[in-house]
């Protein structure tokens, strides 16, 4: 693999992460995502905007922005370290997307898009019981943390079995994404601390407090 590879694999996959998903749902219904709720473009507030199905919809495409690109780097190099290579650009292109003047989303989505190729069944089970988390606890940025972290330090322990020098390159970047995640959920962190943070109720939210959702940050 030369260098030019790994710098295309960069740019593909940064690119794929500037598609701003909740953009194109909020400006589909004549809005902006960015003056609702929590003014951030990700899943989480276009659940609390417009509502489940609309959440659900911007979680599987933002997935799938990572997905795609980290499959089709492991069936052509079958090597996991370009797959994490590509997962990272992906990831820091959608919370710094250029296109957007770098105003992007936390990038749980595209992480978990990501785990899902390294490592399928251990993120289905981590993001089973985050979800449970969730349900009883009603935090979306507490079930977020565990489901990243968890998965981090699954990701990392199996990082072991590759050789030198692609286990660093894997063990850096998953450091690099634990930290990028804390970073982009400093201001839950920091409601969360207060006591403030916002909770999400999936099955008693009505077409009113959508209505009135306007942005507090």
């Known amino acids: 693999m030369v260098w030019w590879h790994i710098l295309l694999i960069v740019i593909c996959s940064y690119l794929s992460g500037n598609i701003s998903v909740s953009r194109i749902i909020a400006k589909s219904k004549h809005d902006d995502i960015t003056k609702r709720g929590s003014g951030n473009p990700g899943s989480t507030n276009v659940l609390r905007s417009y509502g489940l199905k609309w959440g659900i919809l911007n979680l599987v495409l933002d997935m799938l922005k990572a997905i795609i690109p980290c499959l089709i780097v492991l069936l052509v190099s079958n090597n996991i370290m370009l797959v994490y290579i590509a997962g990272l650009s992906v990831t820091i292109g959608h919370v710094f997307p250029i296109v957007f003047k770098f105003k992007g989303g936390k990038g749980i989505a595209t992480l978990i898009g990501v785990f899902s190729v390294t490592n399928p069944i251990a993120t289905l089970i981590v993001f089973f019981v985050a979800f449970l988390l969730f349900l009883v606890c009603k935090y979306m940025s507490v079930a977020s943390f565990l489901c990243i972290t968890v998965l981090c330090i699954t990701e990392g ?19 690099v994404i634990a930290v990028l995640t804390f970073w982009s959920h400093r201001s839950n962190i920091k409601r969360l601390i207060l006591g403030k943070e916002n909770k999400i109720d999936l099955f008693n939210k009505t077409k009113k407090d ?5 942005v507090q940050k």
């Open 210 to 214: 959508i209505k009135n959702n306007t």
């Open 157 to 175: 322990f199996k990082a072991k079995t590759l050789t030198t020098p692609d286990r660093w390159v894997v063990l850096i970047i998953l450091f």
